[in-house]
Structures are given as structure tokens and as C-alpha cells.
């Protein structure tokens, strides 16, 4: 084969040229470095100090002692066990019916408005910017059975009051309710950008073949957004499955521990009984459930991809 055949050959670099990549590649590394610091920092090395402390006993003042598997049978003697991780589950299902729809259909409804919809975004997104103790006791003053907000409504249309928080009927749904509403935002406009990226001959395409509104979202806007779909509802189920702020404020566990959550019990283990390696052990039993889910979810989206 002739050099012209070949092609041009490629000159080397000059030192000047591989002097200013060598600089511009340093500093994507070191921005690269600290991110990646921060990540083992405030990630990985909580995760290995709890894994390691699941197995120990310590009261971070004497050295730590080697239990083996004695803080494990701690955690699965207690009677509350079973209770909490079914109220755990009860709360995420509850949470993923609400949470997880209501921000999809808001979601919808914005992405078919043509007026003030900057406005309306901003309004849906605005309690996520309340601090998650805020909208939390906003909440109990919502929810109180004198003067609550609810209570009020509910006396205004002629209904009886209900005691939102102490009975253990309505204590578990009055806590979904308080995280959706805090969350709807962060998912509204998730799902926002989503449907927005669909390109609009689908729709037009549907129309000619006579689809109404229900029909195009059935065939074109849920399939078009299968894979952000799998994502929120991963990140609904790691997210629920940790639920602690709501319980631990408005509730305190009751009434008759309904509303106490795996995440609560691991505070208790640590911050009330001072037991770490039991509170370690409930928290890599819930780590192991969510990488299950994450590995459902790994394996749901790689299968849509390929």
C-alpha cells in the first residue's frame, strides 16, 4: 500500500500543545479528586464504619470488642422487629400510591397548561424549600384535633373530627401524606423535564390515529418515560424505606408503635439505649433490602436499554 493510499500521516504534537492537555486533564483530575474524596468521605466510609460496627460492641470511649453475630440475635429478638419493618413496608407502599402517582399526574396537568405554567412550577415546587422539620410541624398544627386546619374542613362539611396523629388507624396515612406533600416538587419537575424531551410528532402521529388523552399517555407518554419511571420509583422505595423525620416529629413511634419505623429503631438502638453495634446491624439488614430493590431496578433498566 502507497503512503497516499495510506493517507496523510498525523504530525505529533508540538510540546506547547502537550503541555496545555497536561494542564487541562490535571485540573478535570483534581476537581475529579475532590468529588471523589467527598464521596468515599461522607459515603463509602459511613458505610464501611457501619458494616465493621454491626459486628462489634463499643461505646466509642473503651476500645471496641468483636460480637460476632450477637448483635444481629439482639436485633431479631426484639418483639418490635416484625412490627417496624412491617410499618415500614405499609408506609412505602402507601408512599409509592401517593407519592409516587400524585407527581406524575401534576406532572401532566403542568406540561398541558399554556399559561402561567413558570409560576405553577414554582408553587409546586416551593415546599421543597421549606426545611423538612418546618413542613413537619406545620403539619401537627394541621392535624391537631382542636383548632387543626383539617379538623376544621372537616367540621365546615359537616363531618366528625378525627384524631389524626393518636389513633392508630389514620397515624400511618396522615405520615404519607406530610411526605408527599413535602417531596411533590423534586418529582413533578423530574417527571416535567421528562415529558417534555418527548418529541411532539408522537403525539401528533397518536391524534391522527384518533387517540385521545387518556390513550396518548397510555402509548406514547408512559412508554416514552419508562426508564425515568424505574428511577423514581427506585429512588421512592430508598427513599420511603428510610422514612425517619416524619415519625420521629409527629408521632414519636405510637400510637401503640404504628408509625415506628426501622430507621426510628435505629435510633433508638444508638441515641436512647446506646447499643451502636445492634443500631449497626439494623442498618445493614436495610441496606441489604434496598441494594435487593437497586439490583431489581439495575437489571429492569439494562434489559429497556438493550
Not at 396518548?216 to 407518554?221: A, D, E, F, L, S
Request: charged content about 15%.
Amino acid at each position: 500500500m502507497t503512503a497516499a493510499a495510506a493517507g496523510p500521516r498525523r504530525r505529533p504534537p508540538s510540546r506547547p500543545a502537550l503541555l496545555r492537555s497536561l494542564r487541562r486533564n490535571l485540573t478535570a483530575y483534581g476537581f475529579m479528586c475532590a468529588a471523589l474524596a467527598c464521596f468515599v468521605l461522607f459515603a463509602w466510609y459511613p458505610m464501611i464504619r457501619e458494616f465493621l460496627l454491626s459486628f462489634q460492641e463499643t461505646n466509642f470511649v473503651d476500645p471496641p470488642r468483636w460480637a460476632g453475630l450477637k448483635n444481629f440475635e439482639t436485633v431479631l429478638a426484639n418483639p418490635s422487629f416484625g412490627q417496624v419493618w412491617l410499618n415500614t413496608a405499609a408506609f412505602t407502599v402507601l408512599a409509592l400510591v401517593f407519592g409516587y402517582a400524585v407527581p406524575f399526574v401534576v406532572a401532566l396537568v403542568l406540561n398541558e397548561l399554556r399559561h402561567a405554567r413558570a409560576y405553577l412550577r414554582f408553587v409546586v415546587y416551593l415546599p421543597v424549600m421549606l426545611p423538612p422539620a418546618v413542613g413537619v410541624l406545620l403539619f401537627r398544627w394541621f392535624y391537631d384535633p382542636g383548632p387543626g386546619l383539617f379538623n376544621q374542613i372537616l367540621e365546615l362539611v359537616g363531618l366528625p373530627g378525627l384524631s389524626w396523629l393518636d389513633s392508630s388507624a389514620t397515624a400511618l396515612v396522615s405520615l404519607v401524606i406530610v411526605s408527599t406533600w413535602m417531596n411533590l416538587g423534586s418529582g413533578t419537575l423530574i417527571y416535567l423535564a421528562a415529558l417534555q424531551n418527548i418529541p411532539g410528532e408522537l403525539y401528533e402521529a397518536a391524534e391522527l390515529d384518533g387517540a385521545g388523552f387518556f390513550r396518548r399517555i397510555r402509548y406514547v407518554t408512559i412508554p416514552q418515560t419508562r426508564l425515568v419511571l424505574l428511577l423514581m420509583l427506585m429512588l421512592q422505595i430508598v427513599a420511603t424505606m428510610q422514612v425517619f423525620i416524619e415519625p420521629y416529629l409527629l408521632t414519636g413511634g405510637g400510637p401503640e408503635n404504628s408509625t415506628m419505623t426501622v430507621a426510628m429503631l435505629m435510633y433508638q438502638y444508638a441515641f436512647t439505649f446506646g447499643d451502636w453495634g445492634a443500631g449497626g446491624a439494623l442498618g445493614m439488614m436495610l441496606m441489604l433490602v434496598l441494594m435487593v430493590f437497586a439490583a431489581v431496578q439495575l437489571r429492569l433498566t439494562r434489559d429497556d436499554r438493550d
